[in-house]
Every structure is written in C-alpha cells, then in structure tokens.
C-alpha cells in the first residue's frame, strides 16, 4: 500500500509542477497581463445603474 501512496504523491507533485511551469512559460505571458487588466476593464457602477446613485 506504502508503494501506492508513493506513485499518487510523485505523479500528484509532477502534475503541479507541469501546471506551475505551463502557467508561467513565456508563451503565456500575453494571456496572463490580460487576465491582470480584466478588473480594470470593467465599467463603473455609476455608470451602468445612475438611478441607484441618490446623489444625482
């Protein structure tokens, strides 16, 4: 049983570190400093619902 533990912990460390490598390739980069901007893309909420805003 102690082998079986041992291959699910090396294989399970392995699929993380592939993922960790892949998610910080230099061919993602692009993908990921838009991912980065997407909170700043969204529009004001002032903006889409001015009613909501008893200030106005």
Do not use: H, K, Y
Request: with cysteine.
């Amino acid at each position: 049983m102690a082998i079986v533990t041992a291959i699910a912990t090396v294989v399970s460390m392995l699929a993380f570190l592939g993922i960790c490598w892949w998610a910080w390739s230099t061919g993602r980069q692009a993908a990921n400093q838009e991912s980065a901007m997407l909170p700043f893309a969204l529009p004001d909420e002032a903006t889409i619902n001015p009613s909501r805003n008893p200030q106005s």
